[in-house]
């Protein structure tokens, strides 16, 4: 059983910044998987917002490179996304992921 459990989320206004923490516990060698954070706003797919690998190696969408900066800590097992110049179409529910499980997500509202 693997559980991934986010935290972070709110009401920001544009410009604003937030950070999003997603604490992964179960049976997985989480050092050795990539680890991710989604977005999925209303109306629209779910869609990959950024992700780190075991090696360290990262992928952004393009809508938030320069913006989004995401992190892991292996020791911890945890997986962090923090999000700068916050604009009003980065509102969306974000959702932890590793291989194939979703955390419950957390929602991010950016007002204009």
């Known amino acids: 059983q693997v559980q991934l459990v986010e935290s972070g989320g709110g009401l920001v206004q544009a410009g604003g910044s937030l950070r999003l923490s997603c604490a992964a516990s179960?049976?997985?060698?989480?050092?050795?998987?990539?680890m991710g954070w989604y977005r999925q706003a209303p109306g629209k797919q779910r869609e990959l917002v950024a992700q780190?690998?075991?090696?360290?190696?990262?992928n952004y969408a393009d809508s938030v490179k320069g913006r989004f900066t995401i992190s892991r800590d292996n020791a911890k097992n945890t997986v962090t996304l923090q999000m700068n110049t916050l604009k009003p179409e980065d509102t969306a529910v974000y959702y932890c992921?590793?291989?194939?499980?979703w955390g419950q997500g957390t929602q991010v509202t950016v007002s204009s």
């Open positions: 780190v690998t075991s090696a360290g190696s990262i």
């Open positions: 992921h590793v291989r194939e499980y």
């Open positions: 179960g049976n997985i060698l989480f050092r050795f998987v990539t």
